[in-house]
């Protein structure tokens, strides 16, 4: 098994890191950004796991996974007790924001943007509070794309054999330019069919909306 922090090294990828501080709100006055390149397999599932900031997952044309990610937070302190680990083991990767443990270091947001090849399949992408922007190409069986306080929108591929749910508390569920069969559609979930629906998709948010289109070629 293969783990780090932002800090460690580990076999097949590459980080660079750097850090700033600077004025950017009332309470956010520091920051780090950093960026991992992975090589993977095709087949590869991918997890993304934040806990407060966004996520973003667009597909490219490369051959690796690459992870661009910018924490901040109220102190300079607080933003180095923040890790971003990944872990890379029997054909997954999985990238995980890890908070420090004083109130100070909760208050920190990091927002993450991966880029992925179509031959790597997306299997969980999750953030407590913040958004979620994914296109997804390929997934695995069971596949979650989720965020507790926030909006999901995402793009599926027409190629995707999914059942696909996706359902909102409190929001709306939009649909724009994808064909899903035998669908039902309500104001806060929809439900439908893309080619054989061999595996299952589900998206969901508590407070926030659920849009849904079509992934352009």
Do not use: W
């Amino acid at each position: 098994m293969q783990r780090r922090t932002f800090v460690a090294g580990v076999a097949g990828a590459t980080a660079a890191l750097s850090g700033c501080i600077s004025t950017l709100n009332d309470f956010r006055t520091a920051s780090r950004s950093g960026s991992r390149t992975y090589d993977v397999d095709a087949g590869t599932s991918l997890h993304v796991l934040n806990r407060t900031g966004s996520v973003t997952a667009e597909r490219h044309d490369g051959e690796t996974v690459t992870l661009d990610f910018e924490i901040e937070g109220p102190s300079s302190d607080a933003v180095e007790a923040v890790s971003v680990t990944d872990s890379h083991e029997d054909g997954e990767l999985q990238l995980e924001v890890e908070p420090g443990d004083s109130s100070a270091d909760r208050d920190t947001s990091v927002s993450m943007t991966v880029q992925y090849p179509d031959s790597v399949f997306v299997s969980r992408l999750r953030t407590r509070s913040g958004s979620i922007d994914a296109d997804v190409s390929g997934i695995e069986d069971g596949a979650e794309i989720e965020s507790t306080n926030g909006s999901v929108d995402a793009a599926l591929a027409s190629g995707l054999d999914a059942a696909v749910t996706a359902t909102t508390t409190n929001g709306s569920v939009t649909v724009h330019d994808l064909e899903l069969d035998s669908s039902s559609t309500s104001a806060t979930e929809v439900s439908g069919t893309l080619g054989d629906g061999s595996k299952s998709l589900t998206l969901r948010t508590e407070n926030g909306s659920i849009d849904l289109r079509a992934l352009s070629d």
